[in-house]
Protein backbone atom coordinates (compact mmCIF):
# COMPACT_ATOMS: atom_id res chain seq x y z
CA UNK A 1 0.00 0.00 0.00
CA UNK A 2 0.73 3.78 0.17
CA UNK A 3 -0.02 6.57 1.25
CA UNK A 4 0.59 9.78 -1.14
CA UNK A 5 0.96 13.45 0.13
CA UNK A 6 0.96 16.59 -2.22
CA UNK A 7 2.47 19.78 -1.77
CA UNK A 8 3.52 22.73 -3.57
CA UNK A 9 0.54 24.85 -4.88
CA UNK A 10 -0.31 27.71 -4.70
CA UNK A 11 -0.77 31.07 -7.36
CA UNK A 12 1.38 32.37 -9.89
CA UNK A 13 0.91 34.81 -12.62
CA UNK A 14 0.91 33.79 -15.93
CA UNK A 15 4.02 32.43 -17.78
CA UNK A 16 5.12 31.52 -14.13
CA UNK A 17 6.53 28.47 -12.66
CA UNK A 18 5.46 26.28 -10.16
CA UNK A 19 6.89 22.46 -8.69
CA UNK A 20 4.89 20.22 -7.15
CA UNK A 21 5.67 17.73 -4.84
CA UNK A 22 4.53 14.12 -3.65
CA UNK A 23 5.71 12.32 -0.95
CA UNK A 24 4.96 8.12 -0.94
CA UNK A 25 5.01 6.22 2.08
CA UNK A 26 5.85 2.69 0.77
CA UNK A 27 8.98 0.26 0.79
CA UNK A 28 8.33 -0.26 -2.67
CA UNK A 29 8.15 3.26 -4.02
CA UNK A 30 10.33 1.92 -6.97
CA UNK A 31 7.64 -0.45 -8.05
CA UNK A 32 4.78 2.43 -8.65
CA UNK A 33 4.26 4.05 -12.02
CA UNK A 34 3.59 7.47 -10.70
CA UNK A 35 1.17 9.75 -12.20
CA UNK A 36 -0.44 13.50 -11.77
CA UNK A 37 -4.08 14.49 -12.68
CA UNK A 38 -5.68 17.52 -12.17
CA UNK A 39 -9.23 19.13 -11.65
CA UNK A 40 -10.52 22.36 -12.77
CA UNK A 41 -13.91 23.39 -11.52
CA UNK A 42 -16.37 22.07 -13.03
CA UNK A 43 -14.84 19.10 -15.32
CA UNK A 44 -13.61 16.17 -15.09
CA UNK A 45 -10.25 15.15 -13.24
CA UNK A 46 -7.55 15.00 -16.14
CA UNK A 47 -4.48 12.89 -16.58
CA UNK A 48 -1.38 15.10 -17.06
CA UNK A 49 1.59 13.04 -16.69
CA UNK A 50 2.87 10.11 -15.66
CA UNK A 51 6.18 8.32 -15.10
CA UNK A 52 6.75 4.79 -15.54
CA UNK A 53 7.62 2.54 -12.43
CA UNK A 54 11.47 1.43 -12.11
CA UNK A 55 12.32 3.55 -15.38
CA UNK A 56 12.43 7.12 -16.30
CA UNK A 57 9.56 6.42 -19.18
CA UNK A 58 7.24 9.69 -18.95
CA UNK A 59 4.25 10.30 -20.71
CA UNK A 60 2.53 13.83 -21.35
CA UNK A 61 -1.05 15.69 -21.81
CA UNK A 62 -0.47 17.42 -25.26
CA UNK A 63 -1.68 20.38 -23.13
CA UNK A 64 1.01 19.97 -21.22
CA UNK A 65 3.96 18.88 -23.26
CA UNK A 66 7.04 21.48 -23.70
CA UNK A 67 6.05 22.88 -20.34
CA UNK A 68 5.33 20.27 -17.65
CA UNK A 69 8.37 17.44 -16.70
CA UNK A 70 7.89 15.02 -14.46
CA UNK A 71 10.47 13.37 -12.35
CA UNK A 72 10.98 11.20 -9.41
CA UNK A 73 13.65 10.16 -6.98
CA UNK A 74 13.39 6.82 -5.40
CA UNK A 75 15.86 7.33 -2.61
CA UNK A 76 13.40 9.79 -1.25
CA UNK A 77 10.31 8.19 -2.22
CA UNK A 78 9.40 11.97 -4.44
CA UNK A 79 7.51 12.51 -7.40
CA UNK A 80 7.66 15.83 -9.18
CA UNK A 81 6.17 18.17 -11.39
CA UNK A 82 7.63 20.77 -12.71
CA UNK A 83 5.33 23.58 -14.62
CA UNK A 84 6.71 26.27 -16.46
CA UNK A 85 4.87 28.65 -18.57
CA UNK A 86 1.83 28.56 -17.06
CA UNK A 87 -1.50 29.38 -18.16
CA UNK A 88 -5.17 30.26 -17.13
CA UNK A 89 -6.45 27.55 -18.36
CA UNK A 90 -4.05 25.23 -15.83
CA UNK A 91 -5.77 26.73 -13.03
CA UNK A 92 -6.81 22.95 -11.13
CA UNK A 93 -6.11 20.99 -8.15
CA UNK A 94 -3.21 18.53 -8.91
CA UNK A 95 -3.42 15.35 -7.42
CA UNK A 96 -0.72 12.66 -7.20
CA UNK A 97 -1.76 9.20 -8.18
CA UNK A 98 0.18 5.64 -8.01
CA UNK A 99 -0.09 1.90 -9.01
CA UNK A 100 2.28 -1.11 -9.29
CA UNK A 101 0.05 -2.77 -12.17
CA UNK A 102 -0.81 -0.34 -14.55
CA UNK A 103 -0.16 -1.00 -18.23
CA UNK A 104 0.64 1.30 -21.10
CA UNK A 105 -3.11 1.56 -22.08
CA UNK A 106 -4.75 2.82 -19.27
CA UNK A 107 -2.20 5.42 -17.94
CA UNK A 108 -4.53 8.54 -18.82
CA UNK A 109 -7.23 6.34 -16.84
CA UNK A 110 -7.49 7.99 -13.49
CA UNK A 111 -9.64 4.56 -12.75
CA UNK A 112 -6.77 2.09 -12.95
CA UNK A 113 -5.02 4.02 -10.09
CA UNK A 114 -5.44 2.51 -6.22
CA UNK A 115 -3.55 4.98 -4.51
CA UNK A 116 -4.07 9.32 -4.61
CA UNK A 117 -3.33 11.74 -2.74
CA UNK A 118 -5.67 14.71 -1.31
CA UNK A 119 -4.81 17.12 -3.51
CA UNK A 120 -2.77 20.65 -3.81
CA UNK A 121 -4.80 23.84 -5.42
CA UNK A 122 -2.64 25.65 -7.98
CA UNK A 123 -4.25 29.00 -9.66
CA UNK A 124 -2.81 30.95 -12.30
CA UNK A 125 -4.17 34.37 -12.38
CA UNK A 126 -3.31 38.53 -12.88
Known amino acids: QAQLEESGGGVVQPGGSLRLSCVAS????????MGWFRQAPGKEREFVAVMWRNTHYSYYADSVKGRFTISRDNSKNMVYLQMNSLKPEDTAVYYC???????????????????WGQGTQVTVSL
Open 26 to 33: SRTFSEYT
Open 97 to 115: AADADLILSDIRDQYHYDY
